[in-house]
């Protein structure tokens, strides 16, 4: 009856963890500012990978977002950090 509500519930788990990172993105773009910024492109990877093998599409895509979204985060501090190795 309810099994809408699994598949909603991981929309919205993704949506909101995957908007976090936006507005570090904008911030970083306006202020040229990035050393405090930490990027996860390791542990979304994983999920991307692991949504992949249980045919999650749901995982697979809200994370490969979420990768995305880190890959601009990381050029961003590679462009603008003093230290971006950290």
Partial sequence: M??????LIGIL????AV???VPQII???MSKKMDDVSVLIAGLSLWVSY????N???IAWGNSIGVSLNVML??????YSRN???
């Avoid at 788990?13 to 909101?16: C, G, N």
């Avoid at 949504?51 to 249980?54: F, R, Y």
């Fill in 2 to 7: 309810f099994n809408f509500l699994i598949p």
């Fill in 56 to 58: 999650d599409a749901v």
């Fill in 51 to 54: 949504g992949i093998a249980k």
């Fill in 27 to 29: 911030k970083g773009i």
């Fill in 13 to 16: 788990a993704t949506i909101f």
């Fill in 74 to 79: 990381l050029l961003l501090k590679m462009k």
């Fill in 84 to 86: 971006p190795i950290s």
């Fill in 19 to 21: 908007s976090s990172t």
